[in-house]
């Protein structure tokens, strides 16, 4: 019955976007609460929904956490990592990443800064399937930023001496310090800062 689908799929696509708005502001909490602070409870009371209502769409916490951290890493795939991939090979990809990582922070996606690096030092000490996630996540872009780092070897961008686990390391540390510093202090100045020191790193004037 044509009336029965369409009613079907008008509520399949009201669910998908009550899921998407839950999970946009579980990833805000999070980085202020983090992980372990998110609970259906807090959560439904964010969104004046009904603790029932949340649950229809998160079996357990564990659930609702690992659908937190896929949300947060599409938010960060298309914000920081897709403009790196559009940019030149090699070293101005590497810019590329940071900036857009330090953009990401500037425009203040989420209260509490990087949500992948509030989540990895809480849930470093905490094995299981969200503990799993989080590095499997860090590990990847870590992977990325060394591809860069390859790639700009490969076309003589940087020292034939270059370590590629020595810089990926550093420019790593750098994103780290920045997240941690801007949210502690919110001065803008400080994510202009760690552009001049990645570029001063990778021998970049501009």
């Given amino acids: 019955m044509p009336g029965a689908t369409t009613g079907t799929t008008s509520r ?8 998407a708005a839950i999970l946009r502001e579980a990833v805000s909490l999070a980085t202020v609460d983090g992980l372990e602070g998110l609970s259906i409870g807090n959560l439904a009371a964010a969104l004046e929904m009904s603790k029932s209502g949340l649950y229809a769409h998160f079996g357990s916490k564990q659930d609702l956490q690992l659908a937190t951290i896929d949300e947060a890493g599409r938010v960060f795939e298309a914000e920081v990592i ?11 990809q590497l810019v590329a990443v940071c900036d857009a990582f330090f953009d990401h922070l500037a425009n203040r996606r989420f209260p509490g800064g990087c949500f992948f690096a509030g989540a990895a030092l809480e849930m470093s000490a905490r094995p299981g399937p ?5 590095v499997a ?3 990847a872009f870590a992977a990325l930023i060394r591809e860069f780092v390859t790639a700009a070897l490969e076309l003589d ?3 034939d001496e270059e370590d590629p686990d020595q810089l990926t ?6 994103i780290l310090a920045a997240n941690m510093n801007f949210v502690l202090r919110q001065d803008a100045h400080l994510l202009d800062l760690a552009r001049q020191v990645v570029r001063r790193r990778l021998g970049v004037t501009d």
């Fill in 12 to 19: 399949r696509a009201a669910g998908e976007r009550t899921r």
């Fill in 82 to 92: 897709e403009p790196a991939l559009a940019a030149p090979r090699g070293v101005p």
């Fill in 130 to 134: 969200v503990n799993e996630r989080i």
């Fill in 137 to 139: 996540f860090q590990t």
């Fill in 157 to 159: 961008q940087l020292p």
């Fill in 169 to 174: 390391f550093e420019l790593n540390g750098i």
